[in-house]
């Protein structure tokens, strides 16, 4: 398993995450066999010679406080066993971090190739939902290690302001909760 060293910024810097360097954008053809329906998620990455992938989708609409993570991951959870009675592998967990928690499950899928371990994860990124996705093959142990670890790496970068000169004798701040120059 490859030690990954920077993370990797998504959705304009506000999601950073380890990615290994095997990971790359699934192929479009392959993302619509795996994905068939109009709302694939918003990034699939996939490692083609491990079998491994791991999906990141923002959720802007959907709001979640960090505080609400534990009841989210809960009731999605329910909803996919609802479904899939006998494909829980993993009951609900919270993992915490600075910026809050971020909640995950484990399932079993079936593909032709043979039996899938899913992980499905939800994290609050600027009060809006991110869900995600990952998977290998069931028996994959370092798989299961390495997408753990990804998962583990999810982190929110702090904003930091940014400074535009809008005239030679203003200095104005742009960033978030700052409308207004100094």
Not at 33 to 40: A, H, I, K, S, V
Not at 99 to 105: D, I
Request: hydrophobic share 35%; net charge negative.
């Amino acid at each position: 398993m490859e030690y990954v060293k920077d993370k990797t910024l998504f959705f304009d810097g506000r999601l950073a995450v380890q990615i290994p360097q095997s990971f790359q954008d699934m192929e479009t053809n392959r993302a619509e066999l795996m994905y068939p329906y109009e709302q694939r998620p918003q990034i699939i990455l996939e490692d083609g010679e491990a079998h491994r992938f791991c999906t990141f989708s923002l959720l802007k609409e959907q709001k979640l406080a960090a505080n609400q993570v534990g009841y989210v991951i809960k009731n999605i959870t329910a909803a996919v066993v609802g479904l899939y009675p006998s494909c829980l592998l993993t009951d609900p967990r919270l993992v915490w971090r600075k910026e809050g928690a971020y909640g995950w499950f484990s399932f079993r899928s079936i593909i032709k190739e043979g039996e899938l371990k899913n992980f499905m994860y939800v994290f609050s990124v600027d009060e809006c939902m991110m869900l995600g996705t990952m998977g290998c093959f069931i028996e994959d142990e370092e798989g299961k290690k390495q997408l753990l670890q990804i998962m583990d790496s999810l982190e929110v970068p702090e904003r930091k302001p940014s400074f535009a000169r809008s005239s030679q004798s203003s200095l104005q701040t742009v960033g978030k909760n700052n409308g207004g120059g100094i």
